[in-house]
């Protein structure tokens, strides 16, 4: 069984300060890893997506690939309130354009 | 303009009903999808369509059938509700393997 998983949370980071997300995957073969955004109530938005491993910014985001540790993670500086939302990490699986999604991280940032 | 939308975006309804939610996207995409997240927040994939022809289909019951009558549609038809079938339903769009755009949201209850 292939699988994404994310620590539930809810991780609750104060204002300014660096907000960690991390996600490890099973399926060594994957190649695409995306990171969504939903906030309460509303659809996923794309936020990042990596195909190589290291860092790739957009901004106050950083995602981070490590393949060999079959691991992803997503990096957001100078938190802000508005960045409270729940945050998934999806890792492409096989030629058949499937996505295979954590269970999401809850993040609050606190004022 | 919004790029993927679906309706109803609420819905209650009673069991053992039939019901259909519709979807569109006038992003040009070859590929359409209806996720399913439930009450944990977990976001599931219940079917896939690249150009009009099914590509995936997740164990899904035999009561939700899927319709993509060109392209840029692709409705779910859902026979017999059941309690279990109260959920957010996402209808999604993507050009290449992992961009997906998702619509709104059908959040539907069964009673």
């Known amino acids: 069984q292939k699988e994404v998983e994310q620590n539930s949370g809810p991780l609750s980071v104060p204002e300014g300060a660096i907000a960690s997300l991390n996600c490890t995957y099973s399926?060594?073969?994957?190649?695409?890893f995306f990171w969504y955004r939903q906030y309460s109530g509303k659809s996923p938005e794309l936020i990042m997506f990596?195909?190589s491993n290291g860092d790739k910014e957009d901004g106050r985001f950083t995602a981070q690939l490590n393949k060999a540790s079959q691991y992803v993670s997503l990096l957001i500086r100078d938190s802000q309130p508005s960045d409270s939302a729940t945050y998934l990490c999806?890792?492409?699986?096989?030629?058949?354009?499937?996505?295979?999604w954590g269970a999401g991280t809850k993040l609050i940032i606190k004022p | 303009d919004t790029a993927v939308s679906q309706t109803p975006k609420y819905l209650v309804t009673q069991m053992g009903n039939d019901k259909s939610i519709k979807c569109e996207q006038n992003l040009g995409h070859d590929t359409m999808y209806w996720y399913k997240q439930d009450s944990k927040k977990f976001l599931k994939i219940m079917f896939s369509?690249?150009?009009?022809?099914?590509?995936i289909n997740e164990t899904v019951p035999n009561r939700f059938s899927p319709k993509s009558p060109d392209k840029a549609h692709l409705n779910l038809h859902i026979n017999s509700l059941e309690l279990g079938d109260s959920a957010v339903y996402f209808c999604?769009?993507?050009?290449?393997?992992?961009?997906?755009?998702f619509g709104e949201g059908s959040w539907l209850t069964v009673v």
């Open positions: 399926d060594r073969g994957s190649q695409s």
């Open positions: 990596i195909y």
């Open positions: 999806a890792v492409n699986v096989g030629s058949n354009y499937q996505l295979i």
């Open positions: 999604a769009s993507s050009s290449h393997l992992g961009t997906i755009y």
């Open positions: 369509y690249n150009n009009k022809e099914l590509i």
